[in-house]
């Protein structure tokens, strides 16, 4: 029964080792889970930037468009102005200064001949203006091109740097998931071990309630055989497992400790929940909840660590009696001997760790 509680206790150790493990990995798995969310929303955010710079060059170029036809339709009247232009001026050059003077010298009026001199100086004049605002607009509509094929190849120098970048995450995104996916992996191993060890220390328990069955049954009957009958405190007859106290149940309480040490006695007097060595009791007793203090009451354990006058495994034992001085008695196996019960007034405080009640 003790190696089979030794063998729980392992596989609590191993399940508890894996349950740690799982908590590691399924932190790790939380914060993979939360950079590839990060990663969704950059990608979310440069696919929304890439589609903004798309439509920032589609703008450009429609603009871009416009703005050349608009340059087709001045080089082709400047063309025609510049050609009609030409026309007047060569007409006029053909006629030679003796029609200029015959225009003039016709006039019938004063009036008449000022006003056909403007007339020829307007003409010609509002021709030449023509021709150079149509020339200034077409060197405005050539700066706008230029400007806007330097705005065109930024923003397609920026809409390549997006693309990358959307590369990138994706490449980052793909590796998170295929690591998440490893993680998930590994935990769903992990509990399925868990599982596995989970069934193995339900196994063990079992038989460990089969072997405190039997044992229990085997007491019972040796009880029964030497007088021990229904007697709930120490044996008038000498029997040396009688409970010490009337609380006790016939036959102790459960105890998976070795028959023949201080322990076995101890736990057979008094219910305990935690295993180790004698040494270890006050501390085990502590991290299970039990009730302990510096002071003897008849019913607790008194333990004693290792070294002074004991083993290296300590030693503990039932007190039975307290006295006014301080002095008290307990009752223990396996001080004088193996097996051996004994009674003795302990008056010294010397190496205890303390009570458990």
């Known amino acids: 029964m003790e190696q089979a509680q030794g063998q729980i206790d392992a596989a609590q150790r191993q399940l508890d080792q894996i349950d740690g493990q799982q908590q590691d990995e399924q932190s790790k798995a939380d914060a993979i889970s939360n950079l590839i969310s990060g990663l969704q929303q950059q990608i979310a955010s440069e696919q929304a930037a890439i589609q903004q710079t798309v439509g920032e060059i589609t703008a450009t170029q429609r603009q871009i468009r416009f703005t050349q036809a608009g340059m087709i339709r001045a080089q082709a009247e400047l063309g025609a102005r510049q050609e009609l232009l030409d026309e007047r001026v060569g007409v006029m050059a053909s006629q030679g200064q003796g029609d200029y003077l015959e225009v003039v010298a016709t006039a019938t009026s004063f009036n008449q001949f000022i006003d056909r001199l403007s007339l020829i100086r307007d003409v010609i004049h509002s021709d030449q203006q023509l021709v150079d605002r149509v020339k200034d607009t077409r060197a405005q509509l050539d700066s706008e091109t230029s400007q806007l094929n330097a705005q065109q190849a930024q923003e397609q120098r920026l809409l390549t740097s997006q693309r990358n970048q959307e590369n990138q995450l994706n490449n980052s995104l793909a590796t998170q998931q295929q690591g998440l996916q490893e993680e998930q992996g590994l935990i769903a191993q992990l509990s399925a071990q868990g599982g596995q060890v989970q069934s193995q220390i339900a196994g063990l328990q079992s038989r460990v309630q089969e072997l405190d069955y039997q044992y229990q049954q085997q007491l019972g009957a040796q009880l029964d055989a030497s007088g021990g009958g229904s ?19 016939r036959g102790g309480y459960p105890d998976y400790f070795p028959f023949g040490q201080c322990t076995f006695w101890a736990a057979y007097n008094h219910m305990v929940t935690w295993s180790g060595n004698a040494t270890d009791w006050y501390g085990n007793a502590i991290a299970q909840g039990a009730d302990v203090s510096q002071s003897p009451s ?11 006058g004991y083993s290296i495994y300590g030693h503990v034992a039932i007190v039975i009696a307290v006295y006014g001085s301080g002095a008290f008695v307990v009752s223990e196996m396996n001080y004088e001997g193996e097996g051996i019960i004994d009674t003795r007034t302990v008056g010294t405080r010397y190496d205890i760790e303390g009570f458990i009640d």
Request: charged share 5%; net charge negative.
């Open 231 to 249: 007697d709930y405190g120490p044996s008038s007859s000498g029997n040396p497992l009688a409970p010490l106290f009337n609380w006790v149940p």
């Open 298 to 308: 008849v019913g607790s354990i008194v333990v004693w660590g290792s070294g002074g």
